[in-house]
C-alpha cells in the first residue's frame, strides 16, 4: 500500500462553499498529480507539479487551484463549489528522476458531492 | 499527443476462463506502458509496466501483458479469471518526449461470473 493520503474520503458540501481537498504523501516524491473522474470513467488529469512552488494545468480544464509550497502536501481548492464539480478527485505521486518509466502511486480519492 | 484507446467499455468472463482486456496507443518515441486497477470507492492501484525488453509482462495478481510494437497494442491478459478480479481496468501511456504525464485510456469494467 502506497503513503498517499486524501482527506476526506467523502465530502457533500453546499453550493457556494469555499472547500480544499487534501493530499500528502510520505514519499518524498517530487512529481505530483490530480486527476478528475466520474464514476465508472476515464480519468482526466487537472493539475500537476514537478516540485515545490511548481504547478501546471492538466488536459481537461478545471476551476480548481492548487498549491505546492511543501513536497508532501499538494491540496486543491475550489474557491465556490457548484453542483457541476461533483465528482471523485484522484492525488497521484510518482518518484524522483525522469518519470518516465515509473509508475504513479495513487490516494484513495475524495467523493465530493456539492448540493 | 499521446492517447490510449480501450475499446471495450465492458467484458464478462465466466471464473476460470482466460480473460483479455484490449488497449491500443498512440505516442511520439518509445512508449512507457501501464495497467492499473480500480476497485469500487477506492483509488488506482498499479498492475504492471512495459518500459523496455520482453514483449510480455508479468504483474500482480497473476496478471500479465503483451507488448505489440507492429500493432501498438498492450492487452492485459490473465490465464484464469477469479469473481474477485471483477473491477474497473485501466490503461496508461506515458512517451519519451516532452509529455510526461499519463495518458489514460477510458477504462473496462470487468465482470467476472461465477
Known amino acids: 500500500e502506497a503513503d498517499i493520503y486524501q482527506t476526506p474520503r467523502y465530502l457533500v458540501i453546499g453550493t457556494g462553499k469555499k472547500i480544499t481537498l487534501e493530499c500528502s504523501q510520505t514519499m518524498g516524491h517530487d512529481k505530483m498529480y490530480w486527476y478528475q473522474q466520474d464514476p465508472g470513467m476515464e480519468l482526466h488529469l487537472i493539475h500537476y507539479?514537478?516540485?515545490?512552488?511548481?504547478?501546471e494545468k492538466g488536459d481537461l480544464s478545471s476551476e480548481s487551484t492548487v498549491s505546492r509550497i511543501r513536497t508532501e502536501h499538494f491540496p486543491l481548492t475550489l474557491e465556490s463549489a457548484r453542483p457541476s464539480h461533483t465528482s471523485q478527485y484522484l492525488c497521484a505521486s510518482q518518484p524522483p528522476g525522469t518519470g518516465v518509466n515509473t509508475e504513479a502511486f495513487f490516494g484513495q480519492g475524495t467523493r465530493l458531492t456539492v448540493v | 499527443a499521446q492517447s490510449v484507446a480501450q475499446p471495450e467499455d465492458q467484458v464478462n468472463v465466466a471464473e476460470g476462463n482466460p480473460l483479455t482486456v484490449k488497449c491500443t496507443y498512440s505516442?511520439?518515441?518509445?512508449?512507457?506502458l501501464f495497467w492499473y486497477v480500480q476497485y469500487p470507492n477506492r483509488g488506482l492501484q498499479f498492475l504492471l509496466k512495459?518500459?523496455?525488453?520482453?514483449?510480455l509482462v508479468k504483474g500482480s495478481y497473476g496478471f500479465e501483458a503483451e507488448f505489440n510494437k507492429s500493432q501498438t497494442s498492450f492487452h492485459l491478459k490473465k490465464p484464469s479469471a477469479l469473481v474477485s478480479d471483477s473491477a474497473l481496468y485501466f490503461c496508461a501511456v506515458r512517451g519519451s518526449g516532452s509529455a510526461r504525464q499519463l495518458t489514460f485510456g477510458s477504462g473496462t469494467q470487468l465482470t467476472v461470473l461465477p
Open positions: 507539479s514537478y516540485g515545490v512552488n511548481s504547478t
Open positions: 505516442v511520439s518515441g518509445n512508449p512507457y
Open positions: 512495459y518500459i523496455t525488453g520482453d514483449n
